[in-house]
């Protein structure tokens, strides 16, 4: 059996990670969640960030009440941290690392759920591409749909995941 891996792009808010998670956690054996985001030198990013790391104390997702690993992937450009997505020679960078995290995952075995809700658009769309050019028919592209009101309770993890009732609408 192959390990499934939820490989997200992480930005500002950091319950689209757990959001998606709690989906797919619904029909998949999610076993690792790995994040790609640019270096967490701002403070939305950095807050973002540690919302999400404090949902998986000890790779324990209490959620789920599982263990699932926690992966932090920082874009790189040279062995340095990208702090954000300005000019070509970053996005070439950026989709260098993409490219890298998700050849090794397939490599490994892993089947790849990309969720590409979250961090910049740019970052997705290069996700989108590699993925393109390296999925094979066990691995999936999401994008979720959140709700106004939901979005409205959530804004910047005040919200990690949806409540029961909300999620079964």
């Known amino acids: 059996m192959h390990p499934h ?3 997200a792009t992480l930005g500002g808010q950091p319950q689209v990670v757990t959001f998606t998670l709690d989906l797919l956690l619904k029909e998949f054996p999610i076993s690792t969640v790995m994040v790609l985001h640019p270096s967490t030198t701002t403070e939305k990013l950095q807050r973002s960030y540690n919302q999400l790391q404090a949902e998986f104390t000890g790779d324990h997702y209490s959620a789920a009440g599982r263990t699932i690993h ?8 040279d062995g ?3 702090e954000d997505i300005v000019d070509d020679l970053h996005a070439d960078a950026t989709l260098e690392t993409i490219h890298q995290v998700i050849t090794d995952l ?3 075995g892993y089947h790849i759920h990309l969720s590409v809700t979250g961090g910049r658009r740019l970052m997705a769309l290069l996700a989108i591409s590699v993925a393109a050019l390296n999925f094979d028919r066990h691995d999936h592209i999401w994008h979720i749909y959140t709700p106004e009101e939901t979005v409205a309770q959530a804004k910047n993890g005040a919200l ?10």
Do not use: D, T, W, Y
């Open 5 to 7: 891996v939820l490989l």
């Open 70 to 77: 926690f992966r932090p992937q920082v874009l790189s450009m």
């Open 80 to 82: 340095e941290a990208i």
């Open 106 to 108: 397939k490599r490994q």
């Open 160 to 169: 990690m995941h949806v409540p029961p009732k909300q999620a079964s609408n």
